[in-house]
C-alpha cells in the first residue's frame, strides 16, 4: 500500500499563488504517474484531471483550463509532487487530490491511490 499525503492548500485572493505539495511513502509500479485532481462544491460535481507527471522522464499533461497557470514537478528525494498554482480564479475552488498511476492517465478510476485532499478556496 501507498500513502499519499497533501498539503498547502487554504484561502487566498483572485490572482493569488498557492503551491500545494504531496508526499507519497513509497514508489512503485502502481505510482510511476502522480496526478492532481480536484472537486469542487456542489451537488452533481464529479472530480476531475487537473495535472500529472510521470517520475521516470518528467513528462507532463494537463487539462486545458490550467495551462499555463499551473505546473506540476517532483522532487525525487523526498518522494514529493507539487503543484503550482498562480494567477489563482474563484473557479479553481475545490478540494485537490494526489493520485497515484501506472501510467499517464486523465480518468480517475485508473488511479489505485489517493491522499485525503486538502482544500482550496479563492475568493473573488
Known amino acids: 500500500q501507498v500513502q499519499l499525503v497533501e498539503s498547502g492548500g487554504g484561502l487566498v485572493q483572485a490572482g493569488d499563488s498557492l503551491r500545494l505539495s504531496c508526499v507519497a511513502s513509497r514508489r512503485t509500479f502502481r505510482n510511476r504517474v502522480m496526478g492532481w485532481f480536484r472537486q469542487a462544491p456542489g451537488p452533481g460535481k464529479e472530480r476531475e484531471f487537473v495535472?500529472?507527471?510521470?517520475?521516470?522522464?518528467?513528462?507532463?499533461d494537463y487539462t486545458d483550463s490550467v495551462k499555463g497557470r499551473f505546473t506540476i514537478s517532483t522532487d525525487d528525494a523526498k518522494n514529493a509532487v507539487y503543484l503550482q498554482m498562480n494567477s489563482l480564479k474563484p473557479e479553481d475552488t475545490a478540494i485537490y487530490y494526489c493520485a497515484g498511476a501506472g501510467r499517464m492517465e486523465r480518468p480517475s478510476n485508473q488511479y489505485f491511490y489517493w491522499g485525503q485532499g486538502t482544500q482550496v478556496t479563492v475568493a473573488s
Open positions: 495535472a500529472a507527471i510521470a517520475w521516470s522522464d518528467s513528462a507532463t
